[in-house]
């Protein structure tokens, strides 16, 4: 069974910041390419950041590049997002997501995780 756990949301002040991070078990980590993505309350889920299976590519949107960073432990199997200067803008629920394929779009990615709660106040 596929698992995608996340943690490390909660509530911080505007400028500050968190570090999510998204434990995967069940499949080859490996083999999988890790995204994160973002809902806020009455908008679309949105891409925030992708990291190739190796770790030797990355990519953002750009609300959050030069603010936030993903990374990842393949020994570990886990995905990181360090967020920096956060926002009120930022407030969503952050995903993460694995599909074999790099791709920005979320209708791509074949498993997710439940999600963790990020809040920002101004």
């Known amino acids: 069974q596929v698992q995608l756990v996340e943690s490390g949301g909660g509530l911080v002040q505007a400028g500050g910041g968190l570090r999510l991070s998204c434990t995967v078990s069940g499949l080859l980590f490996n083999d999988y390419n890790m995204a994160w993505f973002r809902q806020g309350s009455g908008t679309e889920r949105e891409f925030v950041a992708r990291i190739r299976r190796r770790g030797n590519g990355t990519d953002y949107a750009a609300s959050v590049r030069g603010r936030f960073t993903i990374s990842r432990d393949n020994d570990k199997n886990t995905v990181s997002l360090q967020m920096s200067s956060l926002q009120s803008e930022d407030t969503a629920v952050y995903y993460c997501?694995?599909?074999?394929?790099?791709?920005?779009?979320?209708?791509?990615?074949?498993?997710w995780g439940q999600g963790t709660q990020v809040t920002v106040s101004s």
């Open positions: 997501a694995a599909d074999m394929r790099y791709t920005p779009r979320q209708e791509d990615y074949l498993y």
